[in-house]
């Protein structure tokens, strides 16, 4: 079974641009979750989606982040415009919730860089 | 709000050594679940371990083990016979248990921890 899987690997990008990022979740896993990690800091949480809607969308940090989630299948997040702050590792997970208790399972993440 | 703190940035073991991963964490609820990620050079991240709060047997997998101290509010990693695939990032996570409502599933993780292992 493929894991989760983040494209692209890495980003270089001006400020003032737009990246998208891509996440395909596990086959079947309802819940997909994004989270950032700033050079140093923690792991921060982004937004989950339950299918194609967002459950909690607390960790944006402003309205320069979009995400969205087509037919509950992979994820976007697209930042526009990209600014000097926006540069980190941005991981998804995915999960099949089942009661209380489940396991996210990440992906490898991508880097971005803004310059 | 909880809050991890990892306290050690990094850490160096040799092989065949045990080392220990410290992890606190700050909350007001009695429920929740810790977790241990590990993430190689590269690669992504893959958990490690976890406990249940409510659980006071530490959990146990293979040659990891945490020492849970739920009054200290404390959970650390320990590592027996380390070994050179053990290198990685180590990240201690929080997670609130949904009889506490709230998004069901987001993790809350510390700095992490870099592990070195020498061989």
């Known amino acids: 079974e493929a894991g989760v899987t983040q494209f692209p690997s890495h980003s270089v990008i001006e400020k003032g641009q737009t990246v998208t990022l891509r996440c395909d979740p596990i086959s079947g896993h309802d819940n997909l979750y994004w989270y950032r990690r700033v050079m140093g800091k923690e792991i921060k949480f982004l937004l989950h989606f339950v299918k194609e809607s967002k459950q909690d969308e607390s960790g944006m940090p402003n309205n320069r982040f979009l995400a969205e989630r087509t037919g509950g299948t992979y994820s976007t997040l697209k930042v526009q415009p990209a600014e000097l702050e926006d540069s980190g590792v941005y991981f998804c997970?995915?999960?099949?919730?089942?009661?209380?208790?489940?396991?996210?399972?990440f992906g490898p993440g991508t880097r971005l860089t803004v310059t | 709000a909880q809050t991890v703190t990892q306290s050690q940035p990094e850490m160096s073991v040799q092989e065949a050594e045990t080392v220990t991963l410290s992890c606190t964490y700050d909350?007001?609820?009695?429920?929740?679940?810790l977790f241990w990620y590990k993430q190689p050079p590269s690669r992504q991240m893959i958990l490690v371990i976890r406990?249940?709060?409510?659980?006071?047997q530490n959990a146990t997998e293979n040659r990891f083990s945490v020492n849970f101290q739920k009054a200290a509010k404390s959970f650390s990693l320990k590592i027996s016979d380390s070994q050179l695939g053990d290198a990685a990032m180590y990240f201690c996570a929080y997670r609130r248990s949904q009889n506490y409502g709230g998004s069901q599933g987001n993790l809350i993780f510390g700095k992490g921890t870099k592990l070195s292992v020498k061989p």
């Open positions: 406990q249940e709060a409510y659980k006071q």
């Open positions: 909350t007001s609820e009695s429920d929740y679940y």
């Open positions: 997970a995915s999960s099949q919730y089942t009661g209380d208790w489940f396991e996210q399972y």
